[in-house]
């Protein structure tokens, strides 16, 4: 954009230079001016944003093919959550006009790698990854967790919003730990995700939201389980197996969606299931942490390491009760012992 501009504004420079053929010297004074002016701002603008940060497309460009590769080859065991956010970020980022802000729920247990796909979406989003300022993070249980205090958080909320979308219209909100959140701390968000070209004068949807929750996690992994004991393969589990129960969770159990009204109104656009990890994806991760650090990945290493964990239901050992988050730790204590 900055160097079509650049170049035109070059152009008209040139085309109404008081010396070109045949001009009257002081004919094209004012026009020369008012061009150089804005053609040196946008020389400018665009010198700088190849050094500091812009909301611009060399900050601000979403990587599909890579955060593709990224979910196909270091997410284990998820896969309606690499379909459901592919999807839903290239609708949305691909649009200049999107309807509304994107808005998308992760629901599981500890460790099922919601943290771990919001870093990727992150990386693959901005130039600067966590590091831009177009990122915004908040964590339940810090920033928002008494009830007494719901009123102040809202305001807070808002002005951060309002404030990073006029520094750019395309900006990121991070919320861990929703399930430790005040209620009603999030309904302060429904004028900024709701249907509306602009809001109080200004456009709000391109933002991406996401919130990151236990909620729902126990009943994802009965899912699971009955998929499981039927003989039937976690793949066979579609997304409608198990959005209603995470949509009655969210909406019933003590959280930050409590009874909220960003259910109520349906402006939560995706509910992202992730599925318990089975002792399978356990050895998959495993292994790839020792590989990065350049261990031993004989399968009986790989086996030590996974076995440290605990497995529920603990008759069959099924699920890892905290999916691959305890895995680096694991390596630490154990990693050189085998």
């Known amino acids: 954009m900055y160097k079509s501009y650049i170049y035109t504004s070059l152009f008209l420079l040139i085309s109404i230079s008081p010396f070109s053929y045949g001009a009257d010297p002081f004919s094209g004074i004012y026009a020369l001016g008012a061009v150089g002016i804005s053609g040196g701002l946008a020389l400018y603008q665009y010198v700088k944003c190849k050094y500091v940060e812009c909301c611009d497309d060399q900050w601000i460009n979403l990587k599909l093919n890579i955060l593709d590769s990224d979910l196909e080859h270091k997410l284990f065991g998820q896969h309606l959550v690499k379909r459901i956010i592919l999807n839903s970020l290239k609708s949305h980022v691909s649009n200049d006009k999107p309807k509304k802000a994107l808005v998308m729920s992760f629901h599981g247990w500890n460790g099922g790698g919601k943290n771990y796909v919001t870093q990727m979406i992150v990386k693959n989003l901005f130039k600067k990854s966590t590091d831009s300022s177009y990122y915004h993070f908040y964590f339940g249980s810090r920033d928002f967790p008494h009830k007494h205090d719901v009123y102040k958080y809202q305001d807070r909320l808002r002005n951060d919003i309002e404030k990073a979308t006029k520094n750019c ?32 004068g200004t456009d709000y949807r391109k933002n991406i939201f996401i919130f990151l929750s236990n909620t729902g996690g126990s009943n994802i992994t009965k899912v699971a389980l009955k998929f499981w004991s039927e003989g039937k393969t976690r793949e066979d589990i579609a997304l ?12 019933n159990e003590a959280g930050g969606l409590f009874r909220s009204e960003l259910i109520k109104k349906d402006l939560i656009d995706v509910y992202v299931p992730f599925l318990p990890l089975e002792k399978k994806h356990i050895k998959k991760c495993a292994f790839e942490e ?16 996974v076995d440290q964990l605990i497995y529920d239901p603990p008759e069959i050992e099924l699920f890892s009760t905290s999916g691959c988050k305890k895995i680096s730790h694991k390596v630490n204590i154990f990693g050189d012992d085998f």
């Open 169 to 200: 219209g395309r900006s990121m909100f991070v919320f861990d730990e929703v399930d430790k959140m005040a209620p009603d701390v999030l309904d302060s968000l429904k004028p900024y995700i709701d249907f509306h070209p602009n809001f109080k």
């Open 240 to 251: 409608k197996d198990v959005e209603p129960i995470i949509i009655r969770n969210a909406y």
């Open 290 to 305: 020792l590989r990065s650090r350049g261990l031993k990945t004989d399968s009986n290493t790989v086996n030590n390491i």
